[in-house]
């Protein structure tokens, strides 16, 4: 696969899809396809912590909100995935299982991963829609994607074709689906409030956390890990 080249051509080439999809239900909990069971996700990801930003995007939230199948994410679970592992499973089942002491071991290894990280300014902009999640695009001139194929490298972490570096898409996902509806609505409501091109702020990112999510409540919940902080 060639990848992806220029993240907003991309970004655009998504949101030219938008009357031709369904949404798709996600509910909190394991029984789905996703987790087969398991509650256990280990991940590396920026959280959001910018008050302002966050208050910005609660205002795009309780706009979309107006309809009822938009289900928006809490603000603790407010965040950028650079990389997830899998399920902690023990014994092992499933190709994308690990184990605690895996997860310990990886852990390690990402400081020397990270290291030569600096600091970085992203903005977030621009509603979008997939047929799971509305989210937000992001601008950073490719330094999560740099994150990204740095996890590549640490032993035991396992590439995900379709998601990860050169095909890995920054983005921040605000809201989930409760019901099955056509987005043409949805869609024209955020072109009609502007949010398409609506600019939500910029912030710094300074470190990256590894944490294990847990899926088995209503809506997934952070346990932090480890916080590798950038230069």
Known sequence: MGGIENIEEYYENIWARRFDIKSVI????????FTKGRSLHPAFLFRLDDEELM???KEVQDD???FEFYD??????LHITIKVL???NEPKTYADDYTMDEVVQIAENAI????SFKKFDITLYG???VPLVSFLQVKDDGAFGQLNNATLGIPNVRKRENRDHPNFMPHVSISRFSSSEDMGQLARYIEEKECRDKILGTTEVKS???VIVHMDGEYPVFEMIETYDLL
Do not use: Q, W
């Not at 996600?26 to 396809?33: I, P, S, V």
């Not at 020397?112 to 290291?115: G, I, V």
């Open 64 to 66: 979309l909100s107006s």
């Open 26 to 33: 996600t509910k909190g909990g394991t029984d789905n396809d």
């Open 208 to 210: 990256v956390d590894l």
């Open 55 to 57: 208050d910005s995007i």
């Open 86 to 88: 899998g399920f902690i």
């Open 72 to 77: 928006p994410f809490p603000r603790e679970y």
């Open 112 to 115: 020397d991963a990270f290291s």
């Open 127 to 129: 509603v979008n829609i």
